[in-house]
T-cell receptor, first 111, second 113 residues
Framework: GNSVTQMEGPVTLSEEAFLTINCTYTATGYPSLFWYVQYPGEGLQLLLKATKADDKGSNKGFEATYRKETTSFHLEKGSVQVSDSAVYFCAYQGGSEKLVFGKGTKLTVNP | DGGITQSPKYLFRKEGQNVTLSCEQNLNHDAMYWYRQDPGQGLRLIYYSQIVNDFQKGDIAEGYSVSREKKESFPLTVTSAQKNPTAFYLC????????????FGSGTRLTVV
């Protein structure tokens, strides 16, 4: 069935390090792809999205490119900050319009 | 500002009692969802509703009930039949179309003692 696979965490980085969180999906058609972020004790917030192949979503220094040939939507940031510490969820939304979420990746950034 | 409001933020109940979590949205979204999140875990879908007066079970509906009498409101009742109700509960809403994603509330942390 349709699914989203994220790299397992936790991920621990030092401030100003480069971040990559891998995300791949299995789905038919041309879904929209999303990254959500969840800060401790809060709900999920939309971080960025891409709705068609080769689109790049970006926000707050984070980027992800919709790669249909590899069915991937990897999240990247060139220089992380302590304030980026959170759980990151990859998701896609296909024809059924229900979001399918990955299991989440916890990121901790140390000063 | 439009948004989705969950209340209360923290809720404590004794074992064996039913409890109702509130979720209200003023985004004019048609669809609403309830998720459960356990520590260090992902999201699991409890119930969802795509239109007023209609709702469907998600992956873990046992021990929960919902109603959708108004477009703006989608309350979740955690019944005494739910064997392990202590968790973080998230409500979300969406509009038709695959490019918009969901808008989430800030969650309710339920602790049953």
């Amino acid at each position: 069935g349709n699914s989203v696979t994220q790299m397992e965490g936790p991920v621990t980085l030092s401030e100003e390090a480069f971040l990559t969180i891998n995300c791949t999906y299995t789905a038919t058609g041309y879904p929209s792809l999303f990254w959500y972020v969840q800060y401790p004790g809060e709900g999920l917030q939309l971080l960025l999205k891409a709705t068609k192949a080769d689109d790049k979503g970006s926000n707050k220094g984070f980027e992800a490119t919709y790669r249909k040939e590899t069915t991937s939507f990897h999240l990247e940031k060139g220089s992380v900050q302590v304030s980026d510490s959170a759980v990151y969820f990859c998701a896609y939304q296909g024809g059924s319009e229900k979001l399918v979420f990955g299991k989440g990746t916890k990121l901790t950034v140390n000063p | 500002d439009g948004g989705i409001t969950q209340s209360p933020k923290y809720l404590f109940r004794k074992e064996g009692q039913n409890v109702t979590l509130s979720c209200e949205q003023n985004l004019n979204h048609d669809a609403m969802y309830w998720y459960r999140q356990d520590p260090g875990q992902g999201l699991r879908l409890i119930y969802y509703s795509q239109i007023v007066n209609d709702f469907q079970k998600g992956d873990i509906a046992e021990g929960y009930s919902v109603s959708r009498e108004k477009k703006e409101s989608f309350p979740l009742t955690v019944t005494s039949a739910q064997k392990n109700p202590t968790a973080f509960y998230l409500c979300a809403s969406s509009t038709p179309g695959t490019e918009y994603g969901y808008t989430f509330g800030s969650g309710t942390r339920l602790t049953v003692v």
